[in-house]
Protein backbone atom coordinates (compact mmCIF):
# COMPACT_ATOMS: atom_id res chain seq x y z
CA UNK A 1 0.00 0.00 0.00
CA UNK A 2 3.29 2.69 1.32
CA UNK A 3 5.07 1.92 -2.18
CA UNK A 4 1.61 2.57 -4.54
CA UNK A 5 2.19 6.01 -2.64
CA UNK A 6 5.25 6.56 -2.89
CA UNK A 7 5.62 5.27 -6.82
CA UNK A 8 8.47 2.96 -5.59
CA UNK A 9 10.35 6.36 -4.53
CA UNK A 10 12.24 6.13 -1.14
CA UNK A 11 10.73 9.02 0.76
CA UNK A 12 12.54 11.05 3.54
CA UNK A 13 12.17 13.57 6.20
CA UNK A 14 14.11 16.03 4.61
CA UNK A 15 12.35 15.63 1.33
CA UNK A 16 8.67 15.92 2.74
CA UNK A 17 9.70 19.48 3.80
CA UNK A 18 11.97 20.56 1.01
CA UNK A 19 8.59 19.98 -0.74
CA UNK A 20 6.18 21.23 1.53
CA UNK A 21 8.25 24.45 1.39
CA UNK A 22 8.13 24.99 -2.41
CA UNK A 23 4.82 24.21 -2.83
CA UNK A 24 3.76 27.05 -0.07
CA UNK A 25 5.88 29.06 -2.59
CA UNK A 26 4.53 28.13 -5.78
CA UNK A 27 0.75 28.37 -4.35
CA UNK A 28 1.53 32.15 -3.53
CA UNK A 29 3.12 32.86 -6.81
CA UNK A 30 0.64 31.17 -8.74
CA UNK A 31 -2.74 32.79 -6.40
CA UNK A 32 -1.11 36.40 -7.30
CA UNK A 33 -0.38 36.10 -10.38
CA UNK A 34 0.81 32.34 -11.68
CA UNK A 35 4.02 31.16 -12.68
CA UNK A 36 4.76 28.42 -9.07
CA UNK A 37 5.23 25.87 -11.37
CA UNK A 38 8.40 27.38 -11.90
CA UNK A 39 9.36 25.97 -8.31
CA UNK A 40 7.36 23.13 -7.76
CA UNK A 41 8.21 21.47 -10.77
CA UNK A 42 11.50 22.01 -10.62
CA UNK A 43 12.05 20.71 -7.13
CA UNK A 44 9.83 17.62 -7.93
CA UNK A 45 12.15 16.93 -10.82
CA UNK A 46 15.11 17.16 -7.46
CA UNK A 47 13.40 13.81 -6.29
CA UNK A 48 16.04 10.83 -6.72
CA UNK A 49 13.76 8.32 -9.03
CA UNK A 50 10.94 10.27 -10.22
CA UNK A 51 10.70 10.66 -14.02
CA UNK A 52 9.75 13.87 -15.55
CA UNK A 53 6.16 13.27 -16.50
CA UNK A 54 5.73 11.43 -12.92
CA UNK A 55 6.90 15.07 -11.75
CA UNK A 56 4.48 16.81 -14.56
CA UNK A 57 1.81 14.53 -13.10
CA UNK A 58 2.27 14.68 -9.61
CA UNK A 59 2.85 18.48 -9.59
CA UNK A 60 -0.98 18.90 -11.05
CA UNK A 61 -2.06 17.14 -7.48
CA UNK A 62 -0.37 20.24 -5.58
CA UNK A 63 -1.98 22.83 -8.43
CA UNK A 64 -5.15 21.80 -8.37
CA UNK A 65 -5.37 22.01 -4.57
CA UNK A 66 -3.69 25.32 -4.59
CA UNK A 67 -5.88 26.80 -7.33
CA UNK A 68 -8.89 25.61 -5.78
CA UNK A 69 -7.66 27.60 -2.42
CA UNK A 70 -7.38 30.54 -4.40
CA UNK A 71 -9.94 30.22 -6.93
CA UNK A 72 -12.40 30.55 -3.42
CA UNK A 73 -10.49 33.07 -1.66
CA UNK A 74 -11.11 35.45 -5.15
CA UNK A 75 -14.52 34.16 -5.88
CA UNK A 76 -16.01 35.20 -2.85
CA UNK A 77 -14.86 39.18 -3.67
CA UNK A 78 -14.66 38.87 -6.78
CA UNK A 79 -17.28 38.35 -9.97
CA UNK A 80 -15.86 36.93 -12.76
CA UNK A 81 -17.01 37.33 -16.21
CA UNK A 82 -18.85 34.49 -16.98
CA UNK A 83 -19.04 35.26 -20.57
CA UNK A 84 -15.00 34.64 -21.08
CA UNK A 85 -14.68 32.38 -18.15
CA UNK A 86 -16.84 29.59 -18.41
CA UNK A 87 -15.80 29.01 -22.18
CA UNK A 88 -12.31 29.34 -21.65
CA UNK A 89 -12.30 26.57 -18.51
CA UNK A 90 -14.33 24.62 -20.95
CA UNK A 91 -11.91 24.46 -23.64
CA UNK A 92 -8.76 24.16 -21.15
CA UNK A 93 -9.88 21.31 -19.60
CA UNK A 94 -10.13 19.48 -23.28
CA UNK A 95 -6.97 21.27 -24.12
CA UNK A 96 -4.91 20.07 -20.46
CA UNK A 97 -6.38 16.25 -21.38
CA UNK A 98 -4.89 16.37 -24.95
CA UNK A 99 -1.48 18.05 -23.82
CA UNK A 100 -1.02 14.97 -21.34
CA UNK A 101 -1.22 12.73 -23.67
CA UNK A 102 1.65 14.93 -25.69
CA UNK A 103 3.66 15.23 -22.40
CA UNK A 104 4.26 10.98 -22.64
CA UNK A 105 5.50 11.50 -26.06
CA UNK A 106 7.12 14.81 -27.10
CA UNK A 107 10.64 15.52 -25.00
CA UNK A 108 9.95 18.97 -23.22
CA UNK A 109 13.13 20.01 -24.31
CA UNK A 110 11.45 21.07 -27.55
CA UNK A 111 9.31 23.60 -25.63
CA UNK A 112 12.05 25.64 -23.60
CA UNK A 113 13.38 27.52 -26.76
CA UNK A 114 9.71 28.31 -27.39
CA UNK A 115 8.66 29.24 -23.81
CA UNK A 116 11.36 31.29 -23.35
CA UNK A 117 10.76 33.65 -26.58
CA UNK A 118 7.22 33.66 -25.59
CA UNK A 119 7.86 34.97 -21.69
CA UNK A 120 10.63 37.48 -23.20
CA UNK A 121 7.70 39.15 -25.29
CA UNK A 122 5.49 38.66 -22.45
CA UNK A 123 7.52 40.57 -20.31
CA UNK A 124 8.39 43.22 -22.82
CA UNK A 125 4.90 43.86 -24.14
CA UNK A 126 3.65 44.69 -19.94
CA UNK A 127 6.80 47.03 -19.59
CA UNK A 128 6.15 48.75 -22.71
CA UNK A 129 2.36 49.10 -21.96
CA UNK A 130 2.55 50.84 -18.26
CA UNK A 131 -0.98 51.24 -18.17
CA UNK A 132 -1.75 47.74 -19.27
CA UNK A 133 -4.34 46.28 -16.84
CA UNK A 134 -4.40 49.27 -14.33
CA UNK A 135 -8.47 49.34 -14.88
CA UNK A 136 -10.80 46.80 -16.88
CA UNK A 137 -10.99 47.85 -20.13
CA UNK A 138 -13.04 45.31 -22.72
CA UNK A 139 -11.82 45.08 -25.89
CA UNK A 140 -15.26 43.78 -27.37
CA UNK A 141 -18.76 43.28 -25.84
CA UNK A 142 -19.53 40.36 -23.34
CA UNK A 143 -22.24 38.89 -25.79
CA UNK A 144 -20.29 39.18 -29.05
CA UNK A 145 -18.73 36.34 -30.42
CA UNK A 146 -15.37 37.77 -31.17
CA UNK A 147 -14.75 38.14 -27.04
CA UNK A 148 -16.20 34.00 -26.74
CA UNK A 149 -14.36 33.27 -29.79
CA UNK A 150 -10.72 34.77 -27.96
CA UNK A 151 -11.94 32.82 -24.92
CA UNK A 152 -12.13 29.48 -26.69
CA UNK A 153 -9.01 29.68 -27.76
CA UNK A 154 -6.98 31.12 -25.38
CA UNK A 155 -8.27 28.51 -23.05
CA UNK A 156 -7.36 25.67 -25.85
CA UNK A 157 -3.70 26.78 -26.28
CA UNK A 158 -2.86 27.29 -22.72
CA UNK A 159 -5.01 24.17 -21.83
CA UNK A 160 -2.45 22.28 -23.83
CA UNK A 161 0.80 23.72 -22.85
CA UNK A 162 -0.54 23.40 -19.44
CA UNK A 163 -1.12 19.26 -19.96
CA UNK A 164 2.78 19.14 -21.55
CA UNK A 165 4.79 21.46 -19.58
CA UNK A 166 3.29 23.56 -17.17
CA UNK A 167 5.40 26.44 -15.31
CA UNK A 168 4.05 29.47 -16.04
CA UNK A 169 0.78 28.68 -17.25
CA UNK A 170 -0.78 30.91 -14.99
CA UNK A 171 1.23 34.26 -16.24
CA UNK A 172 0.49 33.38 -19.90
CA UNK A 173 -3.48 33.29 -18.57
CA UNK A 174 -2.80 36.46 -17.36
CA UNK A 175 -1.34 38.05 -19.61
CA UNK A 176 -3.71 36.93 -22.50
CA UNK A 177 -7.00 38.29 -20.71
CA UNK A 178 -4.93 41.20 -20.38
CA UNK A 179 -4.21 42.01 -23.38
CA UNK A 180 -6.76 40.27 -25.62
CA UNK A 181 -10.00 40.48 -23.95
CA UNK A 182 -9.24 43.65 -21.38
CA UNK A 183 -9.35 42.49 -18.32
CA UNK A 184 -7.92 44.00 -15.09
CA UNK A 185 -4.58 42.40 -13.68
CA UNK A 186 -6.53 41.43 -10.68
CA UNK A 187 -9.79 40.23 -12.49
CA UNK A 188 -7.53 38.35 -14.95
CA UNK A 189 -5.87 36.87 -12.03
CA UNK A 190 -8.53 35.82 -10.48
CA UNK A 191 -10.28 34.42 -13.98
CA UNK A 192 -6.65 32.69 -14.67
CA UNK A 193 -7.13 30.37 -11.25
CA UNK A 194 -10.81 29.18 -12.16
CA UNK A 195 -9.50 28.35 -15.54
CA UNK A 196 -5.81 26.45 -14.55
CA UNK A 197 -8.26 24.15 -11.67
CA UNK A 198 -9.61 23.25 -15.39
CA UNK A 199 -6.15 22.77 -16.90
CA UNK A 200 -5.06 20.80 -13.63
CA UNK A 201 -8.25 18.59 -13.85
CA UNK A 202 -8.15 18.21 -17.56
CA UNK A 203 -4.25 16.69 -17.20
CA UNK A 204 -4.99 14.81 -14.20
CA UNK A 205 -8.22 12.69 -15.98
CA UNK A 206 -5.00 11.37 -17.80
CA UNK A 207 -2.52 11.23 -15.83
CA UNK A 208 -3.88 9.35 -12.55
CA UNK A 209 -5.93 5.96 -14.76
CA UNK A 210 -2.31 6.14 -16.71
CA UNK A 211 -0.62 5.56 -13.21
CA UNK A 212 2.00 8.47 -13.32
CA UNK A 213 1.03 10.15 -10.54
CA UNK A 214 3.51 9.81 -6.85
CA UNK A 215 0.27 10.11 -4.54
CA UNK A 216 2.24 10.66 -1.29
CA UNK A 217 4.44 13.78 -2.54
CA UNK A 218 1.35 14.92 -4.16
CA UNK A 219 -0.35 15.63 -1.20
CA UNK A 220 2.63 17.28 0.38
CA UNK A 221 3.13 19.65 -2.01
CA UNK A 222 -0.41 19.86 -2.18
CA UNK A 223 -1.09 20.75 1.52
CA UNK A 224 1.64 23.92 0.82
CA UNK A 225 0.25 25.20 -2.43
CA UNK A 226 -3.54 25.30 -0.23
CA UNK A 227 -1.67 27.40 2.20
CA UNK A 228 0.18 29.70 -0.40
CA UNK A 229 -2.61 29.54 -2.13
CA UNK A 230 -4.87 31.10 0.23
CA UNK A 231 -2.33 33.55 1.45
CA UNK A 232 -1.12 35.04 -1.96
CA UNK A 233 -5.18 35.34 -2.81
CA UNK A 234 -5.43 37.37 0.17
CA UNK A 235 -2.39 39.35 -0.95
CA UNK A 236 -3.48 40.26 -4.36
CA UNK A 237 -6.85 41.06 -3.39
CA UNK A 238 -5.62 43.34 -0.61
CA UNK A 239 -3.02 45.20 -2.75
CA UNK A 240 -4.65 45.59 -5.89
CA UNK A 241 -4.08 44.96 -9.70
CA UNK A 242 -0.76 47.55 -9.65
CA UNK A 243 1.16 45.15 -7.04
CA UNK A 244 0.13 42.26 -9.21
CA UNK A 245 1.44 43.49 -12.30
CA UNK A 246 4.63 44.02 -10.37
CA UNK A 247 4.34 41.02 -9.03
CA UNK A 248 3.96 39.72 -12.33
CA UNK A 249 6.62 41.44 -13.86
CA UNK A 250 9.01 40.20 -11.12
CA UNK A 251 7.57 36.22 -11.83
CA UNK A 252 7.79 36.60 -15.87
CA UNK A 253 11.77 37.93 -15.19
CA UNK A 254 12.33 35.39 -12.74
CA UNK A 255 11.09 32.21 -15.45
CA UNK A 256 13.24 34.13 -18.50
CA UNK A 257 16.11 33.80 -16.47
CA UNK A 258 15.41 30.32 -15.44
CA UNK A 259 14.64 29.03 -18.80
CA UNK A 260 17.67 31.28 -20.24
CA UNK A 261 19.96 29.56 -17.46
CA UNK A 262 18.77 25.80 -18.63
CA UNK A 263 19.04 26.57 -22.40
CA UNK A 264 22.89 28.10 -21.65
CA UNK A 265 23.61 25.55 -19.45
CA UNK A 266 22.37 22.39 -21.99
CA UNK A 267 24.52 24.33 -24.98
CA UNK A 268 27.81 24.49 -23.05
CA UNK A 269 27.10 20.57 -21.29
CA UNK A 270 25.13 18.93 -23.25
CA UNK A 271 23.60 15.96 -22.03
CA UNK A 272 25.62 11.93 -23.17
CA UNK A 273 23.83 10.08 -25.44
CA UNK A 274 22.64 6.83 -24.34
Known sequence: ????????IDVTVAMVLWLLAAGVLAGWIDAVVGGGGLIQLPALLLVPGMTPVQAVATNKIGSIAGTTASA????RKITPDRSATIPAA???FLGAVLGAKLATLVPSALFTPIILLALIGVGLFTLLNPSLGADASLRFGETSKRHHALSWLIGLVIGVYDGVLGPGTGSFLVIAFVSVIGFSFLQASATAKVINWATNFGALVYFVP?????????MVVAVGNVAGGIFGARTALKKGSGFVRVIFVVVVSAMILKLGFDILTTLIHPPLAT
Open 210 to 218: DGQVVWLLG
Open 90 to 92: ASA
Open 1 to 8: MFEALTGG
Open 72 to 75: ITYL
